[in-house]
C-alpha cells in the first residue's frame, strides 16, 4: 500500500520550484489541500487575469498611443497568435474605446468552462474539464490561460451545438464534423473576451470511458450555482503522464502539474487504480518516478 511520507525529506523528493524549500512547500501543500473549491478557483482566476494585464501593460508600452483596436489586435497576437486578427476585431463583434475597456472583459478558462459547461449540460452532451484546469483545482493553483475539454459529442449534435455557440463565438461546423469522425479536436473563442477553449472528442478506447464515468462535479462558488465537470485526480495524473510521454518527456508544465496533483490528493488517491492503469497505459515507469518525486512510497 502507498502513503504519504512522514515530515522529514522523503528521498526522492522534489519541489515544485527549485527556489523552494521543502519546509516551505509543505506549508503550501497544506494550505492547498485545505482550500475549498471556491477558493481556488478564485486564485487560478487572480493569477490568469494577472497575466494578461501584464501582457496589456507591455503592449502600452512597446506602442505607445495607440488606438484601441490597435491594441486589441496586438493582444490577440500575441495570445492566440496572427490567424485570427481579423476575425476577432471584427468591429461587428466588439465595442470597446479606450485600455480600461479591453481590461474589463478580460476573462479566465475557469470562466470559459462554467459557461460552456452549461451549454454542453443544456445540449445533453457529457463532458469533462481537463488540462492545466484540472490539475490547478486539484494539485498546485497557477494560472490557466486556455481551456481543455473532453466532449462525447455525436454526430447528430454537432449542427446543434455550432448553431448554439455561433454568434457568441468563432466556430467552424466543418472542423467540428472532421473533429468528431477522426475523434480528434477543434475549437470554439468568445469572441468579446477571446478566452479560447479546445474540443477533444471522446475516443472508443477503454481508459476514455472510463474518464468520463468517474468524472467529478466541482462547485466553484459559495452559493453553489457555478459547477463543473472535471477529471478526477487519478485520470488527470494519468492523462498528464500520456501527455509527457507524448511530448518527448520535455514539459516540466506538465510534470510539475502531475506532482502537485499527487502531493495534494496524496492521501485521497485510489493508488491501485493509478497502478492497475498506469500500466494499461504502459506509463508504469513514469508513474513510479512521479510517485518517488511526490514523496509516496511503498
Known sequence: MLQASPSKIPVGYTTQASDTSFEIERILVERWQQMLPHEKAKLIRKSTLGCWKLC???????????TTQAIRREFIRRKLGDNLIDVLCNQDN??????EAIEAIMEDAIWLAVKLGRILEELGIPYLVGGSVASSLLGEP????DLDLVVDVQASQIESLVDTLTGEFYISIDAVRDAVERKASFNAIHLETTEKADF???????????????????????EGDSSI???????II?????????????????WRDLLGVLKVQALRLDFEYLQHWGSYLELGDLLERALLQAGLER
Open 200 to 222: 477533444f472528442i471522446l475516443g472508443n478506447d477503454e481508459f476514455s470511458r472510463e474518464k468520463l464515468r468517474r468524472r467529478q462535479l466541482y462547485t466553484l462558488s459559495v
Open 56 to 66: 496589456l501593460i507591455g503592449i502600452l508600452h512597446d506602442l505607445p498611443g495607440a
Open 94 to 99: 466588439w465595442d470597446l474605446t479606450g485600455v
Open 142 to 145: 497557477r494560472a490557466t490561460l
Open 229 to 235: 465537470y472535471i477529471y478526477s485526480a487519478e485520470d
Open 238 to 254: 494519468l492523462q498528464k503522464l500520456r501527455w509527457y510521454r507524448m511530448g518527448m518527456g520535455v514539459s516540466d508544465r506538465q
